[in-house]
Structure formats: structure tokens, C-alpha cells
């Protein structure tokens, strides 16, 4: 029998609905996807949409392509809210309506200004989940199934605070958490490096990089470097991310800034510091947002506002 919840599911597991979408609208020949974040954002990203980003902390935050949506304006977001700079970025813009929220966090900087006041002031709609439970929620997509049986969040708050459902294992009798999959709109996902068509490597941790890819109807994929297809055949095992997944291509070195990207570059720790000090009221944020994300035009002039010497300080020697 099911337990009770008290959250709602912000997106339905519609898995049959989803697989028809992918057969009517997914691109499936190799078509050069090389496009500017202006217009990747532009074609891939909606009003209303649910967004998902996927990273590990700071690291392969995939900014450049959150700046360009708060540059457009896409309203009315829902989101799985497992990150820090990118989600506090759509948040403090006022661009998110709701959240399956796991964690909006600084590690031992503490929980986001930012969070708190869209949560306390302006009535942002949070459900809870737990890392795992998020990721499993991914994971259940990608296989195709509208959800998975985990003991993930179970005699927890997270769990009564989530849109899990509670039953027993018609095996073994234990108690089981039925976590529903996870289908986002858009999928936006930072990699070390991809080809014209989509193929993508990623070095390092890879975080949910695999699921979250199978698990969008529509996936834009920044990339650290843009390299020959020749060289993704000859190493066919580190193609996390195949072509046909993916819908637009955007090349953005330091496009993780001002977190890091394994192996290339570290995180900007004094725009890390000054970031935070600014957040901590909202007139700081709106002072951030003005000069870092509406100011550029787009991702060159970020580049060219941090400083091209400073970026290449932080390349990992």
C-alpha cells in the first residue's frame, strides 16, 4: 500500500508521452550542431520549461549558457534545483516558479541568500529530495521506466516533504520509496570536449552526466573545445554523451567560470569570494547580475570583463 507524501510532482513521468516526442522530434542524423549560447537558448530553451543542469559543486557548472537564459528573460522555469551559481543565477533574475529542490548550497559558505529569500519572500514552491533520490530519478528515464523502488529519503522529512510514494516489496515485504523519473524539458550539461554533431567526452568526475542526456527532450551541451570527430572515433569508450542526444553545441572555454572544470582550469576563488559578498542582500545580487551577466553581450565579453590573463592564471599547469 502507499505511503503519503505531501509534495506534487512538478513533472509528469509520462515515459510513453516522452518516448513519442523523442520519435516525432529528435534529430537523428550527423548535422553539424555548432551554434552561439544566444541561439541555442533561443531555439532550445521555452517559457514554462523544466531545466535541469548538471555539475558537481563548482565544477562543470555549465554558466555560460545560464547567463544567456537570464539575458532572455525565460519565465515561468521549473527546475531540478541540485546546483549553486546556475540556480541562484535563474532564481535571482526571478525566472523560477518551482523547484524539486536536493540542496542550493556553498558548501562550508553555508545555504544560498538567495534561496532563502526567493523561498521566504517570494513563495518560490520547493519540493525536497535527496542527492540520490534526484539522481535515481534521472537514472529511471534514461531506462525508460516511470520510476524505480529505492530506500532513498525513507522515515525522513525529505521523504514526507517529496512526491515519493511508500510501499511494500511484493518479494521481501520491506519497505520501498518509489521514486518517479525525472523528464526535463531541456538538459543543460558542461563538457570537456564534443565534435560538431554532439559526441561528448568528459573528464574527471561525470556526475550524472549520462542519465541527465537520456533523460531530455531537448540537450544543449557547452564544450570546453570543439575537436575532429576522427578524434572521438579513436577513443569511441570516452563518448559519455552520443550525438543524437544532443541539440545544440555551444563553444565556451572557461565556461565554467567562475568554477573549475577537472583537469583545465581551477575555480576562481576571488570571484568565488566576491560573488558571495555580494548575494548576501539584494541589492548586492541586482549589482552582480547587472555587470556580469547583463552586461555582456555574451560569452566573449564575459571573457574580455574577467580578464583573458586572470583565466589563464587559473589553467591547471
Not at 154 to 183: N, Q, Y
Amino acid at each position: 500500500m502507499a505511503g503519503r507524501s505531501r509534495g506534487k510532482l512538478l513533472q509528469s513521468p509520462d515515459m510513453e508521452g516522452f518516448r513519442q516526442w523523442l520519435l516525432k522530434n529528435k534529430e537523428t542524423r550527423l548535422v553539424n550542431k555548432l551554434m552561439s549560447e544566444k541561439e541555442a537558448v533561443s531555439r532550445f530553451v521555452h517559457d514554462g520549461d523544466y531545466l535541469g543542469t548538471e555539475l558537481y559543486g563548482t565544477v562543470r557548472a555549465p554558466l555560460t549558457i545560464v547567463r544567456e537564459i537570464v539575458r532572455q528573460g525565460k519565465k515561468q522555469l521549473r527546475v531540478a534545483g541540485q546546483g549553486l551559481m546556475d540556480v541562484d543565477y535563474l532564481l535571482a533574475a526571478g525566472l523560477i516558479e518551482a523547484m524539486d529542490i536536493t540542496y542550493v548550497a556553498y558548501e562550508a559558505y553555508g545555504l544560498s541568500p538567495i534561496l532563502r529569500r526567493a523561498a521566504e519572500k517570494k513563495g518560490l514552491k520547493l519540493i525536497e529530495w535527496s542527492n540520490g533520490a534526484m539522481a535515481w530519478r534521472f537514472k529511471a528515464a534514461a531506462m525508460g521506466i516511470p520510476f524505480l523502488p529505492a530506500r532513498s529519503m525513507l522515515g525522513s522529512d525529505t521523504f514526507r516533504w517529496s512526491a515519493a510514494k511508500e510501499m511494500k516489496c511484493p518479494f521481501t515485504g520491506i519497505k520501498l520509496a518509489l521514486l518517479p523519473a525525472l523528464i526535463l524539458d531541456c538538459g543543460i550539461i558542461h563538457a570537456h570536449r564534443a565534435d560538431i554533431y554532439g559526441n561528448c567526452q568528459i573528464d574527471g568526475i561525470s556526475g550524472f552526466a549520462p542519465e541527465m542526456a537520456r533523460a531530455s527532450k531537448r540537450l544543449i551541451v557547452s564544450a570546453e573545445q570543439i575537436i575532429d570527430t576522427e578524434e572521438i572515433r579513436r577513443c569511441p569508450e570516452r563518448t559519455v554523451i552520443p550525438y543524437f542526444l544532443v541539440d545544440a553545441v555551444v563553444h565556451a572555454p572557461f565556461g565554467s567560470h567562475p568554477g573549475e572544470t577537472c583537469g583545465l582550469y581551477k575555480r576562481d576563488e576571488a570571484h568565488f569570494q566576491r560573488y558571495l559578498a555580494a548575494i548576501k542582500t539584494e541589492e548586492g545580487t541586482k549589482e552582480y547580475l547587472k555587470k556580469f551577466i547583463y552586461g555582456p553581450a555574451g560569452h566573449d565579453q564575459y571573457l574580455d570583463l574577467i580578464g583573458r590573463e586572470k583565466l589563464e592564471a587559473l589553467r591547471v599547469k
